[in-house]
């Protein structure tokens, strides 16, 4: 059973007005936070996408744990990320038989989420295993390779979540409580800053 990890981290991230995957989490980054806890599962390939920040991400981030591509076409939207990681990781796992898509602003992503959702797949044999947040399916999102045509499909702005209200027939769940909490402006990593605090205290 071969299997990948794919990590977006393509966007302009306008509304924070910079690189919030890069922004200090505990004693790290948020990415390189979701980088340690993915690696402690042991995916045949980790495929970081990059965009706007290639260069500030592929500076501070240890290539020996991860592969970077840089997505050129990255304000297309999330479906071309996903397309240009998809290849790239085609490419070194041509048998891959499912891949977990990660988006690099959820910070408190860790290896039990990633191994609930393996641990899923595996007693469901279902392709689609699913985050499920504040009554929404996300991410993480694990798709079998039957889904990987559908996701060469995808175009703009638009990710997996298209392909889950495809095939609802197909889904399980896991529930991953603070998955709500992404980062998109100045005043959602003061809230994560002060959740910090409060966990410290605690």
Not at 7 to 17: P, S
Not at 127 to 145: C, F
Not at 156 to 176: N, S, Y
Request: aromatic content about 6%.
């Amino acid at each position: 059973m071969k299997w990948g990890v794919m990590i977006l981290a393509a966007g302009e991230a306008a509304r924070m007005g910079k690189a919030k995957m890069l922004l200090p989490f505990k004693n790290t980054t948020i990415l390189a936070h979701l980088i340690e806890e993915i690696t402690l599962v042991e995916p045949n390939i980790i495929q970081l996408v990059t965009g706007y920040y290639h260069d500030l991400i592929q500076a501070q981030i240890s290539t020996n744990k991860v592969a970077i591509i840089q997505n050129p076409d990255y304000s297309l939207g999330m479906s071309s990320s996903i397309q240009v990681g998809l290849t790239a990781m085609l490419k070194v796992c041509p048998d891959l038989d499912f891949l977990v898509i990660v988006v690099s602003d959820q910070p408190y992503l860790n290896q039990s989420i990633l191994l609930r959702l393996l641990t899923k797949h595996q007693q469901t044999a279902k392709g689609i295993i699913a985050s499920s947040y504040n009554g929404i399916k996300g991410t993480p999102v694990l798709l079998s390779s039957t889904y990987f045509t559908h996701l060469y499909n995808l175009t703009g702005d638009k990710g997996a979540r298209v392909i889950l209200q495809q095939f609802p027939e197909d889904i399980e769940t896991i529930e991953f409580e603070n998955g709500a909490l992404d980062i998109d402006t100045p005043e959602d990593y003061e809230l994560l800053c002060k959740k910090i605090n409060e966990e410290d205290v605690d």
